[in-house]
Nanobody
Framework: QVQLVESGGGTVQAGGSLRLSCKAT????????MAWYRQAPGKSRELVAAIPRGGTPVPDSVKGRFTMSRDDAMKTVYLQMDSLKPEDTAVYYCNAKALLSEEYVYWGQGTQVTVSS
């Protein structure tokens, strides 16, 4: 089992920055990949960043503005979001894939990001 806890969401004005954190606990040695997704009201959940990168594309709208990094010692990944736009408003979710007896996918509870114009 892997547990994921996100933090760092909030409200920011357009053009501002936020850094989200996601701390993994449990069977962290089984994690093979981690990612950030977001879901805006009325829209489907979309990938915005992943480590390793993988083949799933991210929206052009976040390229050059969103950066994912990791701290293996802290078992934490981060999503640095710069030059935020109102259309970045969404619930952001941390995701982890873990290989135990088979591949499992885990999600955090989500953290709200609101960008005001």
């Amino acid at each position: 089992q892997v547990q994921l806890v996100e933090s760092g969401g909030g409200t920011v004005q357009a053009g501002g920055s936020l850094r989200l954190s996601c701390k993994a606990t449990g069977s962290t040695g089984s994690i093979s990949a981690m990612a950030w997704y977001r879901q805006a009201p009325g829209k489907s959940r979309e990938l915005v960043a992943a480590i390793p990168r993988g083949g799933t594309p991210v929206p052009d709208s976040v390229k050059g503005r969103f950066t994912m990094s990791r701290d293996d010692a802290m078992k934490t990944v981060y999503l640095q979001m710069d030059s935020l736009k109102p259309e970045d408003t969404a619930v952001y979710y941390c995701n982890a894939k873990a290989l135990l007896s088979e591949e499992y996918v885990y999600w955090g509870q989500g953290t709200q990001v609101t960008v005001s114009s």
